[in-house]
């Protein structure tokens, strides 16, 4: 593939005209989500190389070079969007008895699957959501699906059956899922992989703690209001969320902007106008929508990670589904009081996005000044390694602890112990996907996304005749032994073997 760009390169006339033309057409196909890595890697280090493309100025199309202010001005927005979205998925947990009267639910399928349908919307919106953004923007892509959840979460409000909530939630989870997955890629647009770490830590932020709040808020909501309330509040929310970022929120990716500003120079110079046909937009997008499938069959590193990252998302929701609950039964406590404990996981996860911000980038200029090499993706993992231990340990002292009625603030160490190994296994995993593949990071995180969430949809639906059948000790027991099995070697392996597999892909960036 290196050969095919080098021959590009051999090819190119002197005249400043035809260079500028023949960057745009290498930039459409850019745009035209070409394949070819090296190809790509070529024509970036071209353009980063000084040649002149647009009449306007470089830093305007290329967010790696905006001043901070901008960047984090955009990082804040994004981050907002993904934390409305999760804040959604879990507020409704302690409405769903009253739900269940009102909407004539009486079976505890029909209440588990109002709460998890909405994140099985979630495994199947980026794979459409995701590549739409590789082709159209970052930008458009978020604004039509926040105000889409924005919509069909309102409407929730307003069900009168089954049939209905479970409808419209499903189809507010597809709007909601899209800055789950765009809003990583936003950032790997803006900032270089030496600083990717901490201004991840911003966007895991909102999707690790909104589903600890929302169960919080929902229980002062239902028993306030009623839970038609935990509906209209997100929407409200949301919608003034989405008209603050029509104006501040910026497009971030890069071939989009070096394609508006190539245009905008062509009608000022007619000498610039391109030689060659638009592409074929039809073809861009079955392309673009068929990666993540692709991805997710052909990439090894994307499916060790995606298979980690759905085991802890799906004991996540295991958690977030049934917390509450334990409780109320097991100590007596009222449904807003037992709502209160999710402050252990919101701790845990607040101490867990704080440490792995940081440590992230600190762990891979630790060992590139160890073993004098530049950045390789694989020296974030490290930080990976002990919260691959502290999960089960976590799992164990919750359920055993719940097992023999202990004092609750054993069952709460234990959940912040847990929520701080999910914190930091989710940012750590999800900046290593963006840093591997960077080209494709939308089409790699909606990969990862959809097997994630689909545990996290599955996963609390068999929950409750797992705790009835085992009980909180033995249940949680399992889930450990098996966190043992699956999240302490991946994370190993991807650090051992993942330069090597790299090597082979191509999707990833080298």
Same mark, same amino acid.
């Given at each position: 593939?290196?050969?095919? =760009?080098?021959?590009?390169?051999?090819? #190119?006339?002197?005249?400043?005209?035809?260079?500028? +033309?023949?960057?745009a057409v290498d930039l459409e196909r850019n745009l035209a989500?070409?394949?070819?890595?090296?190809?790509?890697?070529?024509?970036?280090?071209?353009?980063?190389?000084? =040649?002149? /493309?647009?009449?306007?100025?470089?830093?305007?199309?290329?967010?790696?070079? &905006?001043?901070?202010s !901008? !960047? &984090?001005?955009?990082?804040?927005? %994004?981050? #907002?969007? +993904?934390?409305?979205?999760?804040?959604s998925s879990s507020m409704v947990a302690p409405a769903l008895p009253a739900m269940a009267i009102d909407l004539g639910m009486t079976k505890i399928i029909d209440l588990e699957m109002t709460l998890s349908i909405f994140v099985l919307a979630y495994a199947f919106g980026p794979l459409f959501l995701a590549p739409l953004s590789e082709v159209y923007g970052r930008y458009i892509v978020l604004q039509a699906s926040l105000w889409f959840f924005t919509i069909f979460n309102l409407v929730c *409000?307003?069900?009168?059956?089954?049939?209905?909530?479970?409808?419209?939630?499903?189809?507010?989870?597809? *709007? *909601?899922?899209?800055?789950?997955?765009i809003s990583g890629s936003v950032i790997a647009d803006l900032f270089k992989v030496s600083e990717m770490g901490a201004a991840m830590a911003y966007y895991a932020l909102g999707v690790i703690l909104a589903p600890a709040l929302g169960p919080i808020i929902g229980g002062a909501l239902t028993q306030n209001a009623t839970w038609h309330w935990v509906f209209y509040t997100v929407s409200i929310i949301s919608a003034v969320l989405a008209i603050v970022g029509s104006f501040l929120l910026k497009e971030t990716f890069r071939p989009l902007l070096e394609s508006r500003a190539?245009?905008?120079?062509?009608?000022?110079?007619?000498? #610039?106008?391109? %030689?060659?046909?638009?592409?074929?937009?039809?073809?861009? #997008?079955?392309? %673009?929508?068929?990666?993540?499938? /692709?991805?997710?069959?052909?990439?090894? /590193?994307?499916?060790?990670i995606a298979l980690l990252m759905a085991f802890v998302y799906g004991i996540m929701y295991i958690v977030l589904t049934t917390y509450s609950s334990l409780f109320v039964e097991q100590y007596g406590e009222s449904t807003f009081t037992s709502t209160l404990h999710y402050l252990a996981l919101l701790i845990g996860f607040l101490i867990g996005n704080r440490m792995s911000g940081s440590l992230i980038d600190v762990s891979s200029a630790y060992l590139q000044k160890r073993y004098n090499t530049p950045h390789k993706p694989e020296y974030r993992l490290p930080v990976c390694f002990a919260a691959s231990i502290f999960l089960p340990v976590g799992l164990f002292l919750y359920g055993w602890a719940a097992e023999h009625n202990w004092h609750w603030?054993?069952?709460?160490? *234990?959940i912040v112990l847990f929520s701080w190994s999910v914190n930091v296994t989710?940012? +750590?995993?999800?900046?290593?996907?963006v840093d591997v593949y960077t080209m494709y990071s939308a089409s790699a995180l909606a990969a990862v996304g959809f097997l994630r969430s689909l545990a996290g949809f599955g996963f609390p639906l068999f929950a409750a005749d797992m705790y009835s059948k085992y009980g909180y000790g033995w249940a949680n027991s399992i889930l450990a032994f098996v966190g043992l099995v699956i999240?302490?070697?991946a994370p190993i392996l991807l650090y051992a073997y993942g330069e090597k597999i790299r090597a082979k892909s191509q999707f990833a960036s080298g």
């Open positions: 593939m290196a050969t095919g =760009a080098n021959k590009k390169d051999d090819v #190119l006339p002197s005249a400043e005209t035809r260079l500028n +033309t023949n960057f989500v070409e394949d070819d890595v090296d190809a790509a890697a070529a024509l970036s280090a071209r353009l980063e190389s000084g =040649a002149k /493309i647009t009449a306007g100025n470089p830093n305007s199309t290329n967010p790696h070079e &905006w001043p901070r !901008k !960047k &984090w001005l955009v990082v804040a927005i %994004a981050s #907002l969007y +993904t934390f409305i979205s999760p804040i *409000g307003f069900a009168q059956n089954r049939s209905q909530i479970l409808l419209f939630r499903f189809l507010a989870g597809l *709007g *909601g899922s899209a800055p789950l997955t190539r245009k905008e120079a062509a009608k000022k110079d007619p000498s #610039l106008v391109l %030689a060659h046909p638009e592409p074929n937009v039809a073809h861009l #997008l079955s392309t %673009a929508i068929m990666r993540p499938f /692709i991805m997710l069959g052909t990439q090894p /590193i994307a499916q060790v603030a054993l069952v709460d160490f *234990g989710f940012q +750590t995993l999800t900046v290593y996907t999240g302490v070697p």
